[in-house]
């Protein structure tokens, strides 16, 4: 595609519901990164993936997020047991090489706990 | 503890003036910086960056500079349009170690016709 898409863009769950957000990478790219941008606040790194290997998870900010990229394209980021403070925009960038710096996002998804 | 700070949460510009963005780091393994521009509802777009290697880099009406030994970085954009009315924000990787961004905060630039 021409970009990095995500989807659903806009995720309103109930406190304790799992949710799942997608992330489509630009074709070809390499590495896929997720962050997430609290209001008000720059994004903060939670997860790198190069290929389908997760090489990075040091900013899970606990053991109910999840994400995987089985076939090292389209990755799922999955939340279990959702808190309010988990209410966030999740953003989902992707770069062509593991050496290339910039890094393309896509929209976010904006989830809301209540 | 934040590795990346934008002090400035916003900034007014008149148009065809120049506007400064300003971010200090204080992680000195940060080798490569960026600049990314963002717009309500949109993810963030690559602006420029600079390598750690160089103190500036131009690309048309914007410019970024590094100071390392001040750990402080600054983007120029001259003349300022009411089109760069966006948060800006800076972030800092390390090369060959992932590559995962650290941000700051940003800053919202409007710039006034």
């Known amino acids: 595609g021409a970009g990095v898409s995500q989807s659903p863009r806009y995720k309103v769950a109930k406190r304790g519901q799992d949710v799942a957000l997608r992330c489509d990478p630009i074709s070809g790219h390499v590495s896929l990164f997720w962050y997430q941008q609290a209001l008000g606040q720059g994004p903060e790194f939670l997860t790198y993936?190069?290929?389908?290997?997760?090489?990075?998870k040091s900013g899970l900010p606990s053991d109910r997020f999840f994400a995987e990229r089985p076939e090292g394209s389209v990755s799922t980021l999955k939340i279990q047991r959702t808190q309010q403070e988990d209410s966030a925009v999740y953003l989902c960038?992707?770069?062509?090489?593991?050496?290339?710096?910039?890094?393309?996002f896509g929209p976010g998804t904006r989830l809301t706990v209540l | 503890d934040q590795q990346v700070k934008q002090n400035s949460p916003s900034l007014s510009v008149q148009e065809g003036r120049i506007s400064i963005l300003n971010c200090d780091y204080t992680n000195s393994m940060f080798d490569y910086f960026l600049w990314y521009k963002k717009y309500p509802a949109e993810g963030p777009t690559f602006l420029i960056s600079?390598?750690?290697?160089?103190d500036k880099n131009e690309d048309g009406r914007f410019t970024v500079f590094l100071n390392k030994s001040a750990k402080h970085l600054s983007l120029h954009i001259v003349p300022s349009q009411p089109g760069d009315s966006a948060v800006y924000f800076c972030?800092?990787?390390?090369?060959?170690?992932?590559?995962?961004?650290?941000f700051g905060g940003g800053t919202r630039l409007m710039v006034k016709p």
């Open positions: 993936f190069q290929n389908e290997a997760q090489l990075d």
């Open positions: 972030a800092a990787s390390v090369s060959n170690a992932g590559n995962m961004l650290t």
């Open positions: 960038a992707s770069s062509l090489v593991v050496s290339y710096n910039e890094q393309f």
């Open positions: 600079i390598s750690s290697i160089k």
